[in-house]
C-alpha cells in the first residue's frame, strides 16, 4: 500500500483493548457504524488469540481488521499468521530489526494487506529515513498508555514525520478534547480506544469523535 495525500478522507479506528471477548462484540455492535478501521488490541489477542481476529472479520466484513501484534522479530512468520486470521492490516515496531520490517512489508505485498510501523519510542530522523528506503508507507505516531500525560505535544515527539512521505496514524490516549492536538501530524488514521471504549454512550461518542475529523 502507498502513502495516502490529503485527498483522502480521514478514518476513524476503534481500538479494542483491556476488553473481554464479549465485550468486544458489545462495543462493536454499538460503534462499527462510525468506524473505518477495527483494532483487535495487543493485549486481547493475547488473552484470546487470533481467533479473535477471525471473529471479527467474519461478523464485520465491511470494516478494515488490525490485528496489533506488534511484530519485533521472525517478521515472515508472523504476518504469514497474522494474514491467515483474516487481517487486513498488521503492526509491526519500528525497534524491530530492518529485515523484521522487510520481511512483514514483503508478506503484506503478497496477502494485498498493510503494515503499520509503530513508531512508540523509536522515531528518531534515522528511523524515519530507513523506514522510507526500504518502502514503509504507514507509520504509527503512537504516545504508549505509560508515556501520556508526559506533556510533550504530539507533534514534539514526532519531529519530521511527515504526511507527504507516510500515511499516519495516531495513537495515544487520543479523546475529542484532545484530537485538536493530534491534527498537526496530518494524519489519515485517528485511533481511539478508551475515548471511546470507556464512555458511557460509546455510539454517541464514536459519532461526535468522527464529525470533529471532518
Ligand atoms: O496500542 C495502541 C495502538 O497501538 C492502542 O490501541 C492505542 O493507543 C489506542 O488506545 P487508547 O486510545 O486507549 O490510548
Known amino acids: 500500500m502507498k502513502k495516502t495525500g490529503k485527498e483522502d ?4 479506528q476503534i481500538a479494542l483493548d483491556r476488553m473481554s471477548y464479549e465485550q468486544c462484540f ?36 465491511d470494516k478494515k481488521v488490525l490485528a496489533d501484534i506488534k511484530i519485533c522479530d521472525a517478521g515472515r512468520s508472523e504476518s504469514e499468521v497474522a494474514f491467515s486470521y483474516g487481517a487486513d492490516i498488521i503492526t509491526v ?25 509503530d513508531l512508540l519510542n523509536h522515531s528518531g530522523p534515522d528511523v524515519l529515513e530507513m523506514l522510507e ?22 507533534e514534539k515527539r514526532f519531529v519530521g514525520l511527515d504526511a507527504s512521505v507516510f500515511r ?25 480506544g478508551s475515548g471511546i471504549t470507556k464512555a458511557e454512550d460509546k455510539k454517541g461518542k ?8 471532518g
Open 133 to 154: 528506503t526500504i518502502g514503509a508507507s504507514s507509520v504509527s505516531a503512537h504516545i504508549g498508555k505509560d508515556q501520556q500525560g508526559g506533556g510533550a505535544s504530539a
Open 93 to 117: 515496531m519500528s525497534f524491530a530489526d530492518r529485515k523484521t520490517i522487510m520481511d512483514c512489508l514483503e508478506v503484506a505485498e503478497q496477502e494485498g494487506g498493510e503494515v503499520v510501523v
Open 26 to 61: 458489545e462495543t462493536l455492535e454499538e460503534v462499527a457504524d462510525h468506524v473505518d478501521i477495527i483494532e483487535v488490541g495487543t493485549g486481547v489477542i493475547k488473552e484470546y488469540g487470533l481467533g479473535i481476529v477471525r471473529d471479527i472479520k467474519d461478523g464485520y466484513k
Open 206 to 213: 464514536a459519532a461526535r469523535i468522527r464529525s470533529l475529523m
Open 168 to 192: 499516519i496514524y495516531v495513537a495515544g490516549g487520543i479523546n475529542e478534547d484532545n484530537l485538536e492536538n493530534y491534527m498537526s501530524l496530518d494524519p489519515a488514521v485517528v485511533i481511539v
Open 9 to 12: 478522507i480521514m478514518e476513524l
